[in-house]
Nanobody, 121 residues
């Protein structure tokens, strides 16, 4: 099982980015897919999760970020709008091999390599 994250980059405050995470090796249509992030010197934190049609977001990104998935291509997306400097971090996608909403990083089974998002002020 491999997850390949992409879409990070440098953007100005208020800008948008769309992260993608392509899964290979398994079919994840019934699994939970999540996004986490880790800023320099900080612990990895939950950003968003999707299981079926159910989604959940961290309070810090609610209303700005949207998680979606393309089951046909085993890909999950994170649309990030209204970016702020405090959103700067390495973003990781993760998969949990069962349905449900999970907020803890240690509950996930597979991880992507991370993609860096930098928001300039």
């Amino acid at each position: 099982v491999q997850l390949q994250a992409s879409g990070g980059g440098l953007v100005q405050t208020g800008g948008s980015l769309r992260l993608s995470c392509a899964a290979s090796g398994r079919t994840f249509s019934t699994y939970t897919m999540g996004w986490f992030r880790q800023a320099p010197g900080k612990e990895r934190e939950f950003v968003a999760v999707r299981s079926g049609i159910i989604t959940s977001y961290a309070n810090s990104v609610k209303g700005r970020f949207t998680i979606s998935r393309d089951n046909a291509n085993d890909t999950v997306f994170l649309q990030m709008n209204g970016l702020k400097p405090e959103d700067t971090a390495v973003y990781y996608c993760a998969v949990k091999g069962r349905s449900g909403i999970y907020y803890q990083a240690n509950e996930y089974d597979y991880w992507g390599q991370g993609t860096l998002v930098t928001v300039s002020s």
